[in-house]
């Protein structure tokens, strides 16, 4: 027996790292994990018609939650705070979890 | 030419590893991966009124299954066997791969 | 508001990072990120009655694009460049962005 949840993926710089973790914890998710890494790819700048390419150090950050509300939640106010000026996605995808009481 | 599979993903405890392994070697599973972080969570106590939140040194580990019987026997072996006494999630989601013989 | 998106997972030997991440950015792509971890699983081999059990360093690139056709692309340039010879896996999931412009 499985129940549908959310998993939101953040992927950002690592000087973010504290402050998404807040967020996370402030929309009321019950934990969430980190793993760093690296990567490539476009910052999100001010100017919008300018995008730099670099590299750079990066965390994931994933959250499960039970609602699609809260996943919206989080990947909304995340993306408004951070991706106009840092590098960084979020994403949102399905997951099948054994016990719905934990989230 | 892609066909449906599942992937088993198993954040616990970083004692557990080896354990966990175990049961998804003897479930079948031709592979897996490990991957180090850190997190933060609920954990699965004894006691189900009690829950005690804390930082904690973690492991992934991702499994490719083609069947979602094999997926869910991992699933609730190592949720059954850990989760009632160390931090941890385990939650199912579906891939595509573009290989069946491998798995 | 999310916009549906294909995630492509790459996890290989070590020593095919950077052609694969070539790869990648040749097809389009405008990031990815690299994990480090282990694992253990049967290295795609010429000789196909043959298969190889080891444990081996990796890195796992997670790459997102807008399209089916990119994703598919992806997978299978690095399929059929690389996991005849060296142990790997690569495969597809669906995820739900924020922002459609950043792909």
Redesign the interface.
């Known amino acids: 027996m ?1 129940y549908r ?1 959310k ?1 939101v ?1 953040i ?1 950002t710089e690592k000087l973010n790292e504290r402050q998404i ?1 807040r967020i996370v914890e402030e929309a009321g998710a ?13 910052h ?1 700048v001010k100017n919008r018609n300018r995008s730099i ?1 670099s590299a750079f150090s ?1 965390v ?1 950050i994933e959250v ?1 939650v039970s609602s699609r509300e809260t996943a ?1 939640a989080i ?2 106010r995340v ?1 408004e705070t951070y ?1 106009e000026n840092y ?1 960084g ?11 719905r009481e ?1 989230f």
Do not use: N, W
């Open positions: 499985t949840a998993r993926s992927v973790e019950t934990g969430y994990t980190v793993f760093e890494g690296s990567g490539k790819g476009s999100g390419v990066l994931k499960i919206e990947a909304e993306a991706f590098a996605i979020v994403y949102i995808d399905d997951v099948e979890i054994l016990r934990k």
